[in-house]
């Protein structure tokens, strides 16, 4: 079975930075992109930034310049760095990835997801 467990996320006033990561675990064989969306109450969900398995990432245009996104692939594990960070940024953040595992298929898996608040 595979699991993202996420962990980092939290309140910060604006203009201050969170980190976030999310590691797979379970029977992988491979994992191709990675990724982080998120849901703001009453929106739905969007992709903040993903990276392929190479390490090529994009970002939506609302994060680019302040949101940085990388990959450690001995470790599974995909990471958020977010900076200059508004209130608009108030979101669950989920992390995604595409894993073969012992299901022998590609398949997407989502993490819990983790509240990022940003408020004075």
């Known amino acids: 079975q595979v699991q993202l467990v996420e962990s980092g996320g939290g309140l910060v006033q604006p203009g201050g930075s969170l980190s976030l990561s999310c590691a797979a675990s379970?029977?992988?064989?491979?994992?191709?992109?990675m990724g982080w969306y998120r849901q703001a109450p009453g929106k739905e969900r969007e992709l903040v930034a993903g990276i392929t398995n190479t390490g090529s990432p994009n970002y939506a245009d609302s994060v680019k310049g302040r949101f940085t996104i990388s990959r450690d692939n001995a470790k599974n594990t995909v990471y958020l760095q977010m900076n200059s960070l508004k209130p608009e940024d108030t979101a669950v953040y989920y992390c995604?990835?595409?894993?073969?595992?012992?299901?022998?298929?590609?398949?997407?898996?989502w993490g819990q997801g983790t509240q990022v608040t940003v408020s004075s």
């Open positions: 379970g029977s992988i064989f491979k994992i191709n992109g």
């Open positions: 995604n990835a595409r894993i073969f595992a012992a299901s022998m298929v590609w398949s997407d898996y």
